[in-house]
C-alpha cells in the first residue's frame, strides 16, 4: 500500500487541507496539537471508518455538521480512491454517512462496514479482522499512536500473542514446524515402504512374468468373448427389429379387430331393426286381412246402409296401411 494524497475537511482542527505524500519514507514533524496524530486518524478512518477506538465524534469539527476524508493510494499498481464522510443528525448523534469505494475506473458505492470488508480484503488482512478491530492491526504495523503502546502490553497474554503473530505472521511458523513433523513421519514412513519393496524386488520380478503371461492369455479370451458379443449384439439386434415389426403388426391387428367390432354392431342393430319391421309388417298384414274379413262378411243389403263416410274412412285407413307395409319393404331392402 502507497499512500499518495489525503483530502480533510472539517476534521478536528483541518478546515480543509489537502497533503501529498511523497515516495518512501514520511516523517511527520510538528508541535504538539499541530496536527500529526489527526493525519494519522484520518488515515485510519478513511480505511476502516469509526469504531470503539475511533469515535466519529473525536473526528468532526467543532461547529461543523458535516465533514470528509479521501484518500488516494496505491495497491499492486491499481489506483484506488476511499471517500468517507460523517454528518450530525437531527438529535445531535454524529454518524458515518454512505462511503465510496473507487477502483481503476470501477466506482462501488458502499456502506461503512461494506467498505471496511472491501478494504480488509485489499490489503490482505486475515478475514478474521471483519468481525474483529482491524483499526489496531493497522495501528501497530504502521504507526504506533502517542500513549498507545502501553494497551497492547496490558492485554491478555494470549490476546498479545494473537496480535503478534498476525502482524509478524509468527503464527504461520508453528504451521510451519507441525507440517515437517508430518511430512517427517510420511518420509520415514515411504522409506520402510521402499526398503520392503526392495528386498522384494525379486519375487515382484517373477509375479511380474507370470502376469505378463497371465494378461495375455486374458487378452485372447477378451477379444474371443469381444467377437462373441458382437455377433450376440448383431443377434439382439435381429430380435429387436423382429419384436418390432411385431408390435406394428399387433396394433395392426387391434385396429382391424376394433373396426370389425364397429361393423358388428352396427349389423345386429341393423338386424334387430329389421326383425321390428317383419313383426311390424306381419301386425299390419293381419291387421288389413281382418278389416278385409269384416268387409267381406257384411251382407250386400246391409251395406246399402252404411254411410259412405265410413266407407271412405275405411278406405283411407287401407290406404295407409298399404303405404306402411310399402315403406317397412323399401326399409327391408335398404338394411
Known sequence: MILKKLFLKNIRIFEEETI?????????????????????????????????????????????????????????????????????NTGGEIVQTKSELTIGNMSYLCSPKEMRSKIIALLNYPADMITKNPALLFRYTVYNPQEETKQILRMKKEERSDIFGKIFSTDQYKQIKENAIVFKKSIREEGDYLRGVFNNLVEYKSREKTQKQ????????????????????????????????????????????????IQNSLHNEKNQYLAELKEREECEKKSIEKIQSQIKEIPFAESKKFDRSEISLLNERKREKEKQIEEHSDAKKEI
Open 214 to 261: 497371465e494378461l495375455k492369455e486374458l487378452e485372447k479370451k477378451t477379444k474371443a468373448e469381444e467377437e462373441q458379443a458382437g455377433k450376440l449384439r448383431n443377434e439382439v439386434d435381429s430380435i429387436n427389429k423382429k419384436y418390432e415389426t411385431l408390435v406394428r403388426e399387433e396394433a395392426r391387428f387391434n385396429e382391424i379387430k376394433r373396426k370389425c367390432e
Open 20 to 88: 501529498n505524500f511523497p515516495r518512501g519514507v514520511v516523517l511527520l514533524e510538528g508541535d504538539i496539537g499541530s496536527g500529526k496524530t489527526t493525519i494519522l486518524k484520518s488515515i485510519e478512518f478513511a480505511l476502516f471508518g469509526a469504531g470503539p477506538n475511533l469515535r466519529a465524534s473525536t473526528l468532526l469539527k467543532k461547529g461543523q455538521t458535516s465533514a470528509s476524508v479521501n484518500l488516494l493510494m496505491e495497491i499492486d499498481g491499481k489506483s484506488i480512491m476511499i471517500k468517507r464522510g460523517l454528518k450530525k
